[in-house]
């Protein structure tokens, strides 16, 4: 099976697409790819799909877009089976796989199998582990490779074309984040390679969208600074100031505050630490700084 979630949802068997089309189903299958070879509760499944006040008829219904999955599944096995067969004579070692085989029902609850499938979020966070190693040994020049490559998996927001309820939402959030950590951490290596010019566009757009995001406001300072753009810099720096006050009640961070005094005392901008955020430190530390502007 292979899990596609970094945007629309894709989920194919033996390359054949299972997607039901309607909502209530689709929300089903995104949360269970999403936890791929776990046990998704009911209580879980049944707080997204009607929140915290459920009809009585909850797990009867629930039942019902779980037979609706599995026969999807069931035709996707069955045309893998016929386009293997004309490829390869029957086998008679070869293992029959029912519908109840990869959607299924567990003590509490259902899982999805992924049988060795490829899955775009796993990938996503091996190449972006891998990227942050690469900083953590000062191979810039690999961390933005790796940083790159993962970021490309993305094509658009993550569960797209799914209505998200409680559970999934807080799943795109947190996919997103990981998201926004690997492109700073992308931008932080290709600033260390003196790419600053050639980020300028691309951070303009980033300032924009995430109004209040202090790190990439840092990082626009930095490269317009070091492009011979000082009061371009300056500037970023008082439109964020302007924009933390009257949104959040906060004046910029120390380190912000630091750079613009460097880039006010002298013409050479200082190097940025080489440090590298942890989705879980962005999450933490600077969530409430987080504004994105669509």
Not at 34 to 42: A, E, I, N, T, Y
Not at 43 to 62: D, N, V, Y
Not at 97 to 115: F, I, N
Request: aromatic share 4%.
């Amino acid at each position: 099976m292979d899990i596609d979630v970094l945007g629309p949802l894709g989920v194919r068997v033996n390359g054949v697409a299972v997607m039901p089309t309607a909502p209530k189903p689709r929300k089903v299958l995104a949360l269970l790819a999403l936890h791929v070879d776990r046990v998704l509760p009911v209580g879980l499944l049944i707080e997204e799909l009607w929140g915290q006040r459920p009809p009585r008829s909850a797990r009867t219904t629930l039942q019902t877009y779980i037979l609706q999955l599995r026969e999807l599944i069931g035709a996707a096995l069955q045309a893998g089976a016929a386009r293997s067969a004309e490829l390869e004579p029957a086998s008679p070692d070869r293992v029959s796989v029912s519908a109840k085989d990869v959607l299924v029902t567990a003590p509490g609850g259902y899982l999805l199998r992924g049988g060795g499938g490829s899955s775009d979020v796993q990938k996503f966070e091996r190449l972006a582990g891998m990227g942050y190693r690469a900083m953590d040994a000062e191979d810039f020049a690999g961390a933005a490779r790796l940083l790159r490559e993962a970021l490309s998996l993305w094509s658009g927001s993550a569960l797209a074309d799914v209505q998200t309820g409680a559970q999934l939402e807080m799943e795109v959030r947190r996919l997103e984040e990981t998201r926004l950590c690997a492109l700073y951490q992308r931008i932080e290596a290709d600033l260390r390679l003196g790419r600053h010019r050639e980020l300028l566009g691309e951070l303009t757009v980033l300032v924009s969208r995430y109004r209040t995001h202090e790190n990439l406001h840092g990082q626009f300072m930095l490269a317009l600074h070091r492009s011979g753009r000082r009061g371009e810099a300056l500037s970023v720096y008082q439109r964020l100031r302007q924009a933390l006050v009257r949104d959040l009640g906060l004046e910029p961070s120390a380190g912000l505050r630091r750079l613009q005094r460097a880039i006010l005392e002298t013409s050479e901008a200082p190097a940025p630490a080489a440090r590298v955020l942890r989705p879980e430190a962005l999450a933490g530390a600077s969530r409430d700084r987080l504004v994105r502007v669509d």
